[in-house]
Nanobody
Framework: QVQLVESGGGLVQPGGSLRLSCAAS????????MGWYRQAPGKQREQVAT???????NYADSVKGRFTISRDNAKNTVYLQMNSLKSEDTAVYYC?????????WGQGTQVTVSS
């Protein structure tokens, strides 16, 4: 089992920045990759960014150049630095861990971009 706890969401003005954190605990050695996903009201959950155990990264086109995913292995934590935020970035952001057998999700953290 892997437990994921997200933090760092909140209300920010357009053009602002936020950093999300996802702390993993439990069977972390089984984790192959981690990622951030988001779900806006009335829309399907979509992939935002992923990072593998080898630190290879992948981004959705809509966030390339604005968001950066990173990991601190010593803290078992993955981050999502979000810059130049837009209103369309408003969503609940979820952390996901891809394990050798199972996938795990965090509880989500709300990000609202509004003036």
């Amino acid at each position: 089992q892997v437990q994921l706890v997200e933090s760092g969401g909140g209300l920010v003005q357009p053009g602002g920045s936020l950093r999300l954190s996802c702390a993993a605990s439990g069977s972390i050695l089984s984790i192959i990759a981690m990622g951030w996903y988001r779900q806006a009201p009335g829309k399907q959950r979509e992939q935002v960014a992923t990072i593998t155990s080898g630190s290879s990264t992948n981004y959705a086109d809509s966030v390339k150049g604005r968001f950066t995913i990173s990991r601190d292995n010593a803290k078992n934590t993955v981050y999502l630095q979000m810059n130049s935020l837009k209103s369309e970035d408003t969503a609940v952001y979820y952390c996901k861990a891809v394990g050798q057998k199972y996938n795990y999700w965090g509880q989500g953290t709300q990000v609202t971009v509004s003036s």
